[in-house]
């Protein structure tokens, strides 16, 4: 399991998300589908990072849309 802090999965997760987004906006209006798959194939890796690795570091458990500075199940801080 990758062992990163939760806050930077989430800043990545973010940042494919963005990144897709635009790319699939783009190829939209500019209609090249290209573009389109490759922005939808972004966010769909954003998405598998998201439920793979955004977890608590100690219990392991999903965080979901948790921000805090601590786990919600087991009450650890997070890195």
């Known amino acids: ?5 939760p806050r930077a999965v ?3 997760v973010l ?3 963005t990144a897709g987004a635009v790319l699939a906006l783009g190829g939209a209006l500019v209609q090249s589908a290209l ?6 194939l972004l966010l ?4 598998v ?3 793979t690795y955004y977890r608590c570091p100690h219990c392991g458990r999903f965080l979901d849309r948790s921000t805090g500075a601590y786990c ?3 009450g650890k801080k997070m890195e």
């Open 10 to 12: 989430r800043k990545i």
């Open 49 to 51: 990072l998201h439920f």
């Open 1 to 5: 399991m990758w062992k990163d802090s």
């Open 44 to 47: 769909i890796v954003a998405l």
């Open 72 to 74: 919600p199940y087991c």
């Open 35 to 40: 573009l389109i798959v490759a922005g939808l």
């Open 15 to 17: 940042r494919l998300c």
